[in-house]
């Protein structure tokens, strides 16, 4: 069965820090990785996803995640946090079947201070 | 293009009522997931629809049910409500049904169940 774990209710960083939100993952089959992040009262907004090749990927407002394999992991990075980056994160999988169907972890609080 | 839309944005309902929720897609966006968010389960995959048609369906009781028309748009309801169905109800799209796409959600309608 799929899963995703956030083993992180909460992570604190100071502004201009970098930050680290981690997700692992179970899945059988080619792993599609997803992160999301949501503010207060609104829908979730797609951060950046990885299907195959480079392992450190690109995405929206500066985040980056990276990718590997061996550890199954899928931490989500910024090099310098802003205090607006304050929200809820989630990672989500799919396995490589035909379906959007996501699987979620439980989500991680990310609070910057300044 | 203008997003996912969602209505209502908020419901009250009580015990034993049913609830009809409305979801539209980005325009040409075929494909309509909705998921489930309460703070102890966290994001759950309700059911996904494409042309039409069911192609998934989380753990839910027969109590929710959904369906799709030819425009694309989506509904779900929940039939004799509890009060364990207060939640946030996402809805969520992509162009097609496909591991690889991400999805694009709403801000979500907020049910109350008193």
């Known amino acids: 069965a799929q899963s995703v774990a956030q083993p992180e209710d909460q992570v604190n960083v100071a502004e201009g820090n970098p930050l680290t939100v981690k997700c692992t993952y179970s899945?059988?089959?080619?792993?599609?990785l997803f992160w999301y992040v949501q503010y207060p009262n609104r829908g979730l907004q797609f951060l950046l996803k990885?299907?195959?090749?480079?392992?450190l990927v690109k995405g929206s407002y500066g985040f980056e995640a990276e990718f590997n394999k061996s550890q199954t992991s899928f931490h989500l990075k910024k090099p310098s946090a802003l205090v607006s980056d304050s929200a809820l994160y989630f990672c989500?999988?799919?396995?490589?079947?035909?379906?959007?169907?996501?699987?979620f972890g439980q989500g991680t609080t990310l609070q910057v201070k300044p | 293009k203008a997003g996912v839309t969602q209505t209502p944005r908020y419901l009250i309902k009580t015990r034993g009522q049913q609830v009809t929720l409305s979801c539209s897609p980005i325009s040409g966006h075929r494909s309509v997931s909705w998921y489930q968010q309460t703070p102890g389960q966290g994001l759950q995959f309700l059911f996904e629809y494409f042309s039409e048609t069911q192609r998934n369906k989380g753990n839910f009781p027969g109590r929710f049910s959904g369906r799709q028309f030819s425009n694309s748009r989506s509904e779900m309801n929940v039939s004799t409500l509890e009060l364990g169905d207060s939640a946030l109800y996402l809805c969520a799209s992509s162009p097609v049904v496909s591991g690889r796409n991400e999805q694009f959600f709403g801000p979500g309608t907020r049910l109350t169940v008193l």
């Open positions: 990885y299907i195959t090749g480079d392992n």
């Open positions: 899945v059988s089959g080619n792993p599609y």
């Open positions: 989500a999988v799919r396995d490589s079947s035909n379906t959007g169907k996501l699987i």
